[in-house]
C-alpha cells in the first residue's frame, strides 16, 4: 500500500474507517467539504499558472464533478482570497520511509524554501495540530537537500496564514510517526491474512466527534449492539 499524510491519519483517528476503506475498498459519498476543497485547489492552481479566474473556476467546476453543493459563486469567493504566490504547483512526490513502506503527497505550492497548503474549511487550527505540514517539510529537504523549510497553512474563508519553520529535527519526528503506523498497518494486513476473522479487534472503531462524518457510523452502532 502506498502511504499519503490522509491515510495515516484517517488510520491514527479511526482504524475501522480506514480498514473499510482502504482494506475493503468501500466507497464513501463525497460530500460538499471534499468536493469543495478539490474544486478550489484546482481553481488556484490554474490561476496561479496564467488561466484565466473564470475559465478556471469552470475547470474546477468540471474537476468536483459538478457536485451538486457547489457553486460558482463560492468558488469564486475563496479563489480571490488566496494570496498573490509564484511557485511549482500541485507538486507530486513519492519517497520511501523506510523498509519498503512509501509516502506519497501533493504539495499545493512550492517555493525555494517555503511551502504553502490552501484550507477552504471554517475551522482554523495552528501549524503543529497536526502531521501533515512537518511530514511535506520532511520530504521537501529529502529532495532539495534542506536543512529547513517553511511551511504555511492558508485558511481562505479567514485569509489568515499559520506558519512553522521546520528544521531536521521536526521532519525526521514526523517520518518516524509516519513509518510507525504504515509499519503498524502492514503488520495487521499480514495477521488480517492468516487470520481474517480477527479484523474487528484489529481494525477496531474508536467513537468520537468524528463520527457524525463517517459513512460508517450506523454499522459501528450495530456491531457495537451485538
Known amino acids: 500500500m502506498l502511504y499519503s499524510y490522509s491515510r495515516l491519519s484517517l488510520y491514527e483517528t479511526c482504524p475501522y474507517r480506514f480498514y473499510q476503506k482502504y482494506i475493503l475498498g468501500k466507497k464513501e459519498p463525497v460530500t460538499k467539504p471534499l468536493a469543495l476543497g478539490k474544486a478550489v485547489h484546482k481553481a488556484i492552481e490554474l490561476k496561479i499558472n496564467g488561466i484565466s479566474e473564470h475559465e478556471a473556476i469552470i475547470e474546477a467546476i468540471i474537476e468536483s464533478d459538478f ?3 457547489v457553486t460558482y459563486e463560492e468558488i469564486a469567493s475563496l479563489v480571490q482570497r488566496a494570496p498573490e504566490v509564484r511557485g511549482q504547483t500541485e507538486v507530486h ?3 520511501p520511509l523506510g523498509d519498503g513502506i512509501q509516502l506519497q503527497g501533493y ?3 512550492l517555493e525555494e524554501e517555503r511551502f504553502w497548503d490552501w484550507k477552504s ?4 487550527y495552528r501549524a503543529n495540530d497536526t502531521r501533515q505540514l512537518a511530514l511535506y517539510a ?3 529537504m529529502k529532495r532539495r537537500g534542506l536543512r529547513q523549510v517553511m511551511g504555511t497553512l492558508y485558511f481562505l474563508r479567514f485569509r489568515k496564514a499559520e506558519s512553522f519553520v521546520y528544521n531536521e529535527s521536526d521532519a525526521n519526528e514526523a ?3 509516519a513509518h510507525g ?3 503498524e498497518i ?5 495477521c488480517l491474512e492468516s487470520f481474517p476473522d480477527m479484523a474487528s479487534s484489529l481494525f477496531p472503531p474508536t467513537p468520537g466527534g468524528h463520527c457524525k462524518h463517517c459513512p460508517f457510523v450506523m454499522e459501528c452502532y450495530q456491531k457495537s449492539k451485538n
Open 121 to 124: 474549511n471554517w475551522r482554523l
Open 107 to 109: 504539495i499545493d505550492l
Open 186 to 190: 502492514e503488520m495487521k494486513k499480514s
Open 138 to 140: 520532511w520530504a521537501i
Open 175 to 177: 517520518r518516524k510517526w
Open 181 to 183: 503506523l504504515a509499519e
Open 93 to 95: 512526490f513519492v519517497l
Open 67 to 69: 457536485h451538486p453543493e
